[in-house]
């Protein structure tokens, strides 16, 4: 698997690496570590997640710059579904804590009129989870929750892992979406 070294603008031409190349990092899933800033994780996930969708065989668009609310467009059929990517490594005992709140500097919450799905990127683990957004954003707005992509310890507790690798919730409409969880 080759990378780009990561750093200033003048480092985004430099030649691909192996993750082997990145002193210090031995697994290969570590390389996320070598990021200089949250944003540059940002990017690299949503890469991960175009490039996740494709092979699954969905029509991937990328809005231009950073002034829309969602990240990657789905294109499928007569459906374009808005998804905001977020990932995490903040392993809080046995699963990891995921934020879904806009960047810092974002004045605005993300609304129902803006997003359809959240993919939630566990990086450690490599797990992607599907989440309509209207489960997070509806009546009782949840900013964060805990995801167990390993073995949960006790079943009742883990509301998200319906939600692990999920991918067939991009065949979904809007509404589709929505009736979901209307009835959870």
């Known amino acids: 698997m080759y990378f780009r070294q990561q750093g200033g603008l003048a480092d985004r031409c430099a030649p691909l ?40 065989g969905f029509c991937v668009v990328k809005p231009y710059g950073d002034t829309r609310s969602y990240d990657v467009g789905i294109d499928h059929g007569p459906n374009y579904l808005r998804v905001q990517v977020k990932s995490t490594t903040c392993r809080t ?12 500097l974002k004045k605005q919450d993300y609304t129902l009129a803006q997003l359809d799905l959240f993919a939630a990127y566990v990086i450690p683990v490599a797990a992607w989870y599907i989440i309509p957004a209207a489960l997070l954003l509806g009546a009782e ?20 892992e319906a939600y692990k690798e999920a991918w067939p919730l991009l065949y979904k409409s809007r509404r589709a979406l929505v009736a979901r969880t209307k009835h959870r």
């Open 141 to 160: 707005r949840k900013t964060g929750i805990m995801l167990y992509p390993v073995e949960p310890l006790k079943k009742d507790r883990y509301s998200y």
């Open 17 to 56: 690496r192996k993750v082997g190349d990145f002193k210090g990092i031995t697994n290969p899933m570590d390389h996320w570590k070598k990021f200089t800033s949250f944003k540059q994780r940002g990017e690299w996930v949503e890469l991960r997640f175009m490039a996740e969708a494709a092979e699954h």
């Open 93 to 104: 005992g046995t699963g990891y804590f995921c934020q879904f709140k806009p960047h810092y």
